[in-house]
């Protein structure tokens, strides 16, 4: 059994873009759908959609990768901060810059899942999920 399903899920991406894979499957949860969803949203992937495979009993989400011109990659680094056995909350006036504003920080806030510059802007707090660049 999966004791962290989010970091599953970003060390599904991280190893499907090293290895320049065009999709990968996640087993799929409302929580990872809408993080999927803010990663489509701020650019770092290219699509991603819910399935239910043939044969299977259970829906994935199918996440297609986004790459640069060259086929650089658009996620450089991907990383899980807040994890079940240490939580990172922080005020909105904490809320880390990640790389100077070129990164983003994925935070859990009352009002959804928000990009930190999105939680900085409405001035909300929260559990910070995770970064990437």
Known sequence: MLSDPI???LTRIRNATRTFKETVDIPASKFKE?????LVKEGYVASVERTRPEGQKFDVLRVTLKYGHKREQVIKH??????PGRRAYVSADSLPRI???LGVAIVSTSKGL?????ARKQGI??????VLW
């Not at 809408?34 to 803010?38: F, N, P, Q, T, V």
């Not at 928000?114 to 999105?118: A, F, G, K, N």
């Not at 707090?125 to 995770?130: D, P």
């Open 125 to 130: 707090g929260g559990e910070v999920i995770c």
């Open 99 to 101: 790389q100077r504003g």
């Open 7 to 9: 970091a599953d899920m």
């Open 78 to 83: 991907i990383e899980r901060i807040s994890r």
């Open 34 to 38: 809408e993080l999927a969803k803010l």
């Open 114 to 118: 928000l990009p930190d510059r999105e």
